[in-house]
């Protein structure tokens, strides 16, 4: 369980560090969303939210963490193809 726990605080921290790298080239009011979640992202790994913003993006870790431990990895990539097919990125 230990373990299980200190990979979670480990996402959380990966997770926010490409805010952090986008961040740097980002505009002034961009750039402040992304360190807000890059920082929001630092203390959920270390502590219980305090803000609704942290709640709302602990619950998400929560289903991104439980959704990927609950499917084999051969089928999570075969899922990421084609979500990936069929989105289409608007600029």
Known sequence: ?????????????RYGAPARKIAREAVEQERDELLTI???????????PETFHEAVQSVWFLFVIGYSATIPQSLRIALW???????????
């Open 38 to 48: 890059a920082e929001i992202c630092k203390n959920l790994a270390r502590r219980p």
């Open 81 to 91: 193809r084609v979500y990936a097919r069929y989105t289409t990125i608007y600029v």
């Open 1 to 13: 369980m230990i373990t299980a726990l200190e990979g979670a605080c480990l996402f959380m921290h």
